[in-house]
């Protein structure tokens, strides 16, 4: 069956370092990726999207890798900060042939601490 | 600023009771989804919708139906409440008819409580 993981342990890391996060899939071929940040109670608000023949997507501090063969996403943040904290979630592409439709991740919970 | 406005942020309805979840996007896009949210299931594809009168199943839509009469405005409905229909149910909008290859744009969410 189809499925996105992400790692369902939060994440907790100091202030100033690189906070990476995680996200596989199985028996996908997406065309391309998206991460999407949430804070408690709100909805989701879209980061970055990172198509198949990009290996690599940046954004201010933000970057994003897409490994088609690993079938894997990393999301990195730099110099992290407490603002930061949030719950991340990637999203794929599944296309139904009429339509395409975005299939979330369970989502990551970051806390940055000082 | 873009916006998508759901209706209620907060609800409490009885079991049996029919349930309208209204949301509105003022971004002129044609694709609108409906969503829910449940701890550990993550966001769970109830249907959506390319276009007005249109609409397709996502993986969730028992219990549920749905109304695009106007382009702005995507309606979901529970025709009788039950309680495992507790959630958070989140709206959102894309643009390009048929596909979701741009950003999605959530609403705030309506969290419904069914006792």
């Known amino acids: 069956s189809q499925k996105i993981e992400q790692n369902s342990e939060a994440l907790n890391i100091q202030e100033g370092k690189t906070a990476t996060l995680t996200c596989n899939y199985t028996n996908y071929s997406p065309a391309y990726l998206q991460w999407y940040r949430q804070d408690p109670g709100r909805g989701p608000v879209f980061l970055l999207l990172?198509?198949?023949?990009?290996k690599e997507k940046r954004k201010e501090r933000l970057k994003v890798t897409f490994d088609t063969t690993l079938k894997q996403s990393l999301f990195h943040i730099t110099a992290s900060q407490p603002a930061d904290s949030a719950t991340y979630l990637c999203a794929l592409d599944i296309s139904t042939g009429t339509a395409s439709k975005l299939t979330f991740g369970t989502g990551t919970r970051l806390q940055v601490t000082l | 600023d873009v916006k998508v406005t759901q209706s209620s942020r907060y609800l409490v309805k009885r079991t049996g009771e029919k349930v309208f979840l209204e949301c509105v996007q003022d971004m002129d896009h044609e694709n609108m989804f409906w969503y829910r949210q449940d701890p550990g299931l993550g966001l769970r594809l109830i249907y959506f919708?390319?276009?007005?009168?249109?609409?397709e199943k996502g993986d969730i839509p028992e219990g549920y139906s749905v109304s695009r009469e106007k382009k702005e405005r995507f309606s979901l409905i529970l025709e009788s409440a039950s309680t495992n229909q507790t959630s958070m149910y989140l709206c959102?909008?894309?643009?390009?008819?048929?596909?979701?290859?741009?950003?999605?744009?959530f609403g705030e969410g309506s969290r419904l409580t069914v006792l």
């Open positions: 919708s390319y276009d007005v009168k249109m609409k």
């Open positions: 990172i198509r198949e023949n990009e």
């Open positions: 959102a909008s894309t643009t390009d008819r048929g596909k979701s290859t741009g950003e999605l744009f």
